[in-house]
């Protein structure tokens, strides 16, 4: 059974930097596409950025150059290193696995596996 366990989350001010973790076990990680997602009170959960089998990744437009998504298939972990943040980046931030997806889309219906989230607070 496929595990996420989500870290890094924390309480910044605006413009500056955090890197988020999640830690993959119970399967093979390399067969599986990662994701993050985030949800902020009263909204919908919203794809943030995806990482493919490949290193392939996708990034919503809210947060386009300015977060980097990476894994590392030795370790099991995938990053989210999160830059020049802002107080709308404000919510619980989900890690997110689907095994061999066909493509990377930000939708959470995708994604079959999650992870119980990590919040982010952005003052300004």
């Known amino acids: 059974q496929v595990q996420l366990m989500e870290s890094g989350g924390g309480s910044v001010q605006a413009g500056m930097s955090l890197t988020l973790s999640c830690v993959f076990s119970?399967?093979?990680?390399?067969?599986?596409?990662m994701g993050w997602f985030r949800q902020a009170p009263g909204k919908e959960r919203e794809g943030i950025a995806a990482?493919?089998?490949?290193?392939?990744?996708t990034y919503g437009e809210s947060v386009n150059g300015r977060f980097t998504i990476s894994r590392d298939n030795v370790k099991k972990t995938l990053n989210l290193e999160m830059t020049t943040l802002k107080p709308e980046d404000s919510a619980m931030y989900y890690c997110?696995?689907?095994?061999?997806?066909?493509?990377?889309?930000?939708?959470?219906?995708?994604?079959?596996?999650w992870g119980q989230g990590t919040q982010v607070t952005v003052s300004s």
């Open positions: 119970g399967a093979t990680y390399s067969n599986y596409c």
């Open positions: 997110a696995a689907k095994f061999k997806c066909n493509g990377l889309a930000l939708r959470k219906d995708v994604f079959t596996y």
């Open positions: 990482i493919g089998r490949r290193d392939v990744t």
